[in-house]
């Protein structure tokens, strides 16, 4: 991979964590188009995970500090409330990545037909946000919390938007636009590290066998965490005003051209 390649891939991994079109798919589809390996994937997608999850911490700092804050406290407040709401969403997506993933991955694979079709799914759910009417400013109790976990959980498939998800499924479930794009962020931190983690430990994650030369490392990483903080940034902003019409646009454009380069 060279420095270019991991520039490229950096920009597109910081932009769509954040953005509601699908990291993972447009990871593939830049990977295809650039002629990336598997071996170098593997590693620089841990890298550049890495890199958003940094992006996350620092446009959240000052709530993440306050959460942990008041946590340690260890009074039953609305922040100790907050987290536990957070490890809750986080139960459906740790069933599927420690008993369900490696049939996941056997069954859908990651081809771009796959892509396209579930990238025309999240154009749909953020349709859905936009067309369906429901009542709005419901707090965000632990029943929806782990909704918007069970959202999380099934975007595991390449090309369904985690973040497009989580948003569409929270709006919809009327929690108040002001919450939705910070749960949705934050709930991802300890999924990301940990899958991270399994890599590292699985031995997937390694410098020598990726080929990766410091230059692409370097690249890769301050890409997808300069291009993370502004789209991260950027949704909350769109979020507040739940207009997602011209991501779904986007998503159903794009997964339409993914399924016929799929099928060529």
């Given at each position: 991979m060279t420095w270019f390649q991991a520039l490229i891939?950096?920009?597109i991994q910081g932009l769509t964590e954040f953005l509601p079109v699908s990291s993972s798919g447009h990871l593939i589809m830049g990977r295809e188009i650039l002629g990336v390996g598997v071996a170098e994937n593997v590693t620089f997608e841990v890298l550049v995970h890495a890199a958003t999850v940094l992006s996350t911490l620092?446009?959240?700092?000052?709530?993440i500090v306050n959460l942990f804050a008041k946590f340690f406290k260890?009074?039953?407040n609305e922040e100790t409330q907050y987290i536990c709401k957070i490890l809750v969403s986080m139960i459906p997506v740790l069933i599927v990545g420690v008993f369900l993933k490696d049939t996941v991955e056997s069954l859908f694979g990651e081809g771009l037909v796959l892509v396209g079709c579930m990238l025309l799914v999240t154009a749909l759910l953020?349709?859905?946000?936009?067309?369906?009417?429901f009542r709005e400013n419901k707090p965000l109790t632990f029943g929806r919390a782990f909704i918007i976990g069970c959202a999380q959980a099934v975007a595991v498939l390449p090309g369904l938007s985690r973040s497009g998800s989580t948003i569409a499924t929270g709006l919809l479930c009327g929690v108040r636009k002001e919450e939705v794009a910070q749960f949705s962020f934050l709930m991802?931190?300890?999924?990301?590290?940990?899958?991270a983690f399994l890599d590292l430990v699985g031995g997937d994650f390694s410098f020598a066998q990726s080929g990766l030369s410091a230059g692409a490392i370097l690249c890769g990483f301050l890409a997808a965490y300069i291009s993370g903080v502004l789209a991260c940034r950027?949704?909350?902003a769109v979020v507040k005003k739940a207009n997602l019409?011209?991501?779904s646009l986007y998503c159903a454009i794009v997964g339409i051209i993914a399924i016929i380069f799929g099928l060529c």
């Open positions: 891939l950096g920009i620092t446009v959240f700092w000052k709530e260890f009074q039953w953020l349709a859905l946000t936009r067309f369906v009417r991802v931190i300890i999924p990301i590290l940990g899958e950027f949704m909350i019409a011209w991501f």
